[in-house]
């Protein structure tokens, strides 16, 4: 079913929904267990940190950039597609008639390294930032959420004498020294 490749890939793997961590889990114990780990070398579940605000608390909690997909680093052969492919709570690789397609490189950067980019932005949790365009042109308001992958950010601005969460794309707002 699978061709075999020299060099190992990044393929994406659909799972059951909120079965990424069971599924990454039992991969890599399969892998141990088999002594696999020069064909699948790496399996992920790409999160990201996002601040809650829950009764009144804020706190830090790790929310998931893709549910219902696992990206599994892996030379492409019979036996290592099988293994995947086998894993409980996977239903199948993405591509076209489930044939396993590699990411390119440029999409293994946006999808695994999130955090390197929420810090490349300059903007992070807890910074003041003034809205340059827009219907909240020149508001101000503190930043509670960074979303690197779609260049987004949750900023709390006061309106009618209170806090108001809104989402403003990050070219629209620079950052209050």
């Known amino acids: ?75 492409m052969t019979n036996e290592s597609w099988y293994v995947v492919r086998n894993t409980r709570g996977v239903t199948g690789f993405v591509g076209p008639e489930s044939k396993p397609i590699p990411l390119t490189p440029e999409e293994v950067d946006n999808m695994i390294n999130t955090e390197k980019k929420s810090l490349e932005m300059g903007i992070g949790v807890g910074e003041v930032v003034r809205i340059l365009s827009g219907p909240l042109v020149d508001f101000t308001g503190k930043v509670t959420e960074v979303d690197a992958l779609h260049q987004k950010l949750r900023v709390n601005v006061e309106m009618f004498g209170r806090e108001t969460p809104v989402e403003v794309e990050l070219d629209q707002v620079q950052k209050i020294n």
């Open 1 to 75: 079913m699978a061709t075999d490749s020299k060099e190992p890939c990044w393929y994406v793997v659909h799972t059951y929904s909120g079965y990424e961590n069971k599924v990454k889990v039992n991969l890599e114990k399969t892998v141990v267990n088999n002594d696999m780990q020069d064909l699948i070398q790496d399996v992920r579940v790409p999160v990201e940190e996002v601040i809650e605000v829950k009764n009144g608390k804020r706190s830090v909690a790790q929310r998931k950039v893709f549910p219902g997909y696992v990206l599994v680093n892996m030379r």
